[in-house]
C-alpha cells in the first residue's frame, strides 16, 4: 500500500497491563511501508503517573478523543483505531460518543463491548489496582501461543498494573451509530468462525459482533498478543484493513 497524504492515520491501543511500547515491532514493520501510525499509553498504564490508579475508562475515552480530534483537525479526515483485548471496552464507548471521527475500527483478538459491561464485577473494592497475574494464571484465561521466555520476561519487566477503576466501571452506550463504523475483526486465539457462531448464538463476550453493518474477519491464528508472537503478519492485517473502503 503506498501512503498518500489522505490516507488516515493508524492509532495502535493495546490492551490491559500494556502502554505503546507493546506495539514497538508492529510500528517498524507499518513505518517500512509508509504507514502513518502512533501507539498510545492510556491513562492509567504510564507507570511513571503518580495518580494512575485513579483513572477510569472515560480518562481513557477521553485520551483517545484528543489524539482523534488533533488528527482531524490537521488531516481533516477520521482516524483508524486498532484496539486490542481490554483495549475494547474505552474504544468501544469512542465509538459510541463520536463514531464520526472513527474511519475504521480494526480489533485484534477482541471485539466491541455491549452496553452494561464490566470487566471485573467482583474485583473487591479495597483493591487499587490489578497487577499482570502469574503466567500460569493468565494462562487459563488468555492463550500465550508464540511467545517466547524472552518476550515473557520483558511483558513481566515492562506490565504495568490495571487501574481497579477502570476495570469495575460499566460501559454504557446509548448511540446505535456506533455499529456503522467499518470494522475488522483479527481472530487469534479463536478462528473467525468459532467467533461468528458465538456471536450469532448471542453468547455474552461476542453478541455485540452480530449487530455490525460494515464487517470483515481475518484469521492470523496465534495467540493473544499477536503483536510479540507475528508482528509482520498483523501489520500486513492492519494495513489491509486500513486500505479497505467500505
Known amino acids: 500500500m503506498t501512503t498518500t497524504s489522505s490516507s488516515p492515520t493508524i492509532i495502535l491501543i493495546a490492551g490491559h497491563w500494556l502502554g505503546a511500547w507493546a506495539w514497538d515491532e508492529v510500528l517498524e514493520h507499518l513505518k517500512t511501508d509508509l504507514s502513518r501510525a502512533i501507539a498510545l499509553t492510556l491513562p492509567g498504564l504510564d507507570g511513571d503517573d503518580p495518580e494512575r490508579a485513579a483513572k477510569t475508562l472515560d480518562d481513557q475515552a477521553a485520551a483517545i478523543l484528543d489524539v482523534i480530534t488533533r488528527l482531524n483537525d490537521s488531516e481533516h479526515q477520521p482516524a483508524i483505531i486498532v484496539a486490542h483485548s481490554g483495549a475494547n471496552a474505552p474504544v468501544s464507548l469512542v465509538l459510541d460518543r463520536h463514531p464520526e471521527l472513527v474511519h475504521r475500527v480494526v480489533w485484534v483478538d477482541s471485539g466491541p463491548v455491549a452496553t452494561g459491561s464490566v470487566y471485573a464485577p467482583d474485583l473487591p473494592e479495597g483493591m487499587e489496582e490489578l497487577p499482570l497475574p502469574p503466567f500460569d494464571v493468565l494462562a487459563q484465561q488468555a492463550s500465550l501461543e508464540g511467545l517466547s521466555a524472552e518476550v515473557l520476561e520483558r511483558f513481566r519487566a515492562r506490565a504495568v498494573p490495571e487501574p481497579g477503576p477502570v476495570l469495575r466501571q460499566p460501559v454504557e452506550l446509548t448511540n446505535d451509530a456506533r455499529r456503522m463504523v467499518p470494522t475488522t475483526l483479527v481472530c ?37 498478543w499477536p503483536m510479540w508472537s507475528r508482528p509482520g503478519d498483523l501489520a500486513k492485517a492492519i494495513r489491509s484493513a486500513a486500505s479497505r473502503t467500505d
Open 188 to 224: 487469534c486465539s479463536l478462528p473467525s468462525a468459532q467467533v461468528l457462531e458465538l456471536a450469532r448464538a448471542g453468547h455474552a463476550m461476542f453478541a455485540e459482533v452480530a449487530n455490525l453493518e460494515h464487517l470483515d474477519v481475518v484469521d492470523l491464528p496465534t495467540g493473544h
